[in-house]
């Protein structure tokens, strides 16, 4: 997908240096294709079972591993933020882990304190607006091959936790309070981001909103797919169990990453920026 709004060209502050974080960089994140998908549905599918993988065998409970994630997520986005440019082991990296965190948040308002997944799903949709309506306001774009300066980075990491959180609470909402169970679930969530590439190339649907919807979709896509290999037989699963469940994606996920980093082919091409 392209998804451009409308752009405005960079414009140092009078009297800033041009070394100054806010200076024209190369395109922080990478080139959307087959490979971005994937890798992004594959994210998804382990921060649901590695959430859960931590929360049943770390010993720490739901709070303590909340904060061990965070905190992990914290020290690598400062060096993704810290780059020069896309790097594949960095921002995927970083991807896990608000996969995670993302999941936790969720679980938190949920288990913890008691939250309705009605009212998180809401909240985190509301969140979700607000990064859009602050970073355009900033920014005056909303473009993701633009990600090159320390500002629209920030919005970017930001919306893509609220894309998690928000993906988590709505795919727990449709599976297990509406209880279409893990399979179906999966399988709705899959038509709709089929519904929204198909109205996007054929209806010319903004680029823009189809791939922040795909993107928020992808996630309860993930989460149902996570769930459904990894739960007991007895609770609609197949019983692969959290372990090795998290394992494989988490091996198909380095192994993709590593023939991006060597072939460069999600690398954003001048043309696009």
């Known amino acids: 997908m392209i998804y451009e709004a409308s752009e405005s060209p960079v414009v140092p502050e009078a009297g800033r240096a041009p070394g100054s974080r806010d200076r024209l960089r190369r395109s922080k994140v990478p080139e959307v294709t087959v490979y971005f998908w994937i890798i992004k549905v594959l994210c998804t599918t382990v921060g649901?079972?590695?959430?859960?993988?931590?929360?049943?065998?770390?010993?720490?409970?739901?709070?303590?591993?909340?904060?061990?994630?965070?905190?992990?997520?914290?020290?690598?986005?400062?060096?993704?933020?810290?780059?020069?440019?896309?790097?594949?082991?960095?921002?995927?990296?970083?991807?896990?882990?608000?996969?995670?965190?993302?999941?936790?948040?969720?679980?938190?308002?949920t288990d913890n304190m008691g939250v309705p997944l009605e009212t998180s799903t809401t909240v985190f949709a509301i969140v979700?607006?607000?990064?859009?309506?602050?970073?355009?306001r900033r920014e005056r774009i909303l473009s993701i091959h633009h990600i090159d300066t320390t500002s629209r980075e920030s919005f970017y990491w930001l919306a893509v936790?609220?894309?998690?959180?928000?993906?988590?609470?709505?795919?727990?909402?449709?599976s297990e309070r509406i209880g279409l169970g893990y399979w179906l679930s999966a399988v709705l969530f899959a038509a709709v981001i089929a519904a929204v590439a198909i109205a996007h190339f054929a209806l010319d649907l903004d680029a823009l909103w189809s791939f922040w919807s795909a993107y928020i979709l992808t996630r309860p896509l993930g989460a149902s797919i996570g769930d459904y290999l990894s739960q007991p037989t007895g609770d609609g699963g197949l019983g692969l169990g959290t372990v090795l469940t998290s394992a494989l994606f988490l091996a198909v996920i380095l192994g993709l990453v590593v023939y991006l980093s060597v072939t460069r082919r999600d690398v954003v091409r001048p043309e696009h920026a």
């Open 128 to 136: 979700l607006a607000l990064v859009f309506f602050a970073w355009y």
């Open 48 to 109: 649901e079972t590695a959430a859960d993988l931590l929360n049943e065998r770390a010993g720490l409970g739901l709070t303590g591993v909340s904060v061990l994630m965070s905190a992990l997520l914290a020290v690598v986005l400062v060096v993704q933020f810290r780059s020069s440019a896309y790097r594949p082991g960095v921002y995927w990296s970083a991807v896990v882990l608000i996969s995670v965190v993302g999941t936790l948040v969720s679980d938190n308002l």
């Open 161 to 174: 936790l609220s894309t998690f959180a928000l993906g988590t609470a709505a795919g727990d909402l449709v």
